[in-house]
């Protein structure tokens, strides 16, 4: 899987926008990797992202892509993408505070 790469740090899309969620609504995890919608996030070239997502995933609801942020995590690191009423957030394995048995 192609990923964007910059001084140690890989670009991850979430949608922080209340509403709707895009990888916690059924995109597939390349997608939020995806180098030519990164692109076209940080250009904000909404109505061409809306069309790169529907037609290289059929299927995906594309209403969260308006909403989509680059999100960089440094390379390696483990993380999960909650999403609460369709607002999503990047969350770091290390913050999470697990219990133990």
Avoid: C, H, R
Avoid at 18 to 31: L, R
Avoid at 39 to 63: C, H, M, P, Q, R
Wanted: aromatic share 12%; no cysteine.
């Amino acid at each position: 899987m192609e990923k964007v790469i910059k001084d140690g740090k890989v670009a991850v899309l979430v949608a922080p926008g209340w509403g709707a969620g895009f990888s916690t609504w059924g995109a597939p995890i390349e997608a939020i990797f995806n180098p030519t919608l990164i692109g076209l996030v940080e250009n904000e070239k909404w109505d061409e992202a809306i069309d790169f997502v529907e037609k290289t995933w059929e299927g995906v609801y594309s209403g969260g892509v308006q909403d989509l942020v680059v999100v960089w995590v440094p390379e390696g690191k483990e993380f999960i993408i909650e999403e609460y009423d369709g607002s999503e957030s990047l969350v770091l394995k290390e913050e999470y505070n697990w219990i133990k048995a």
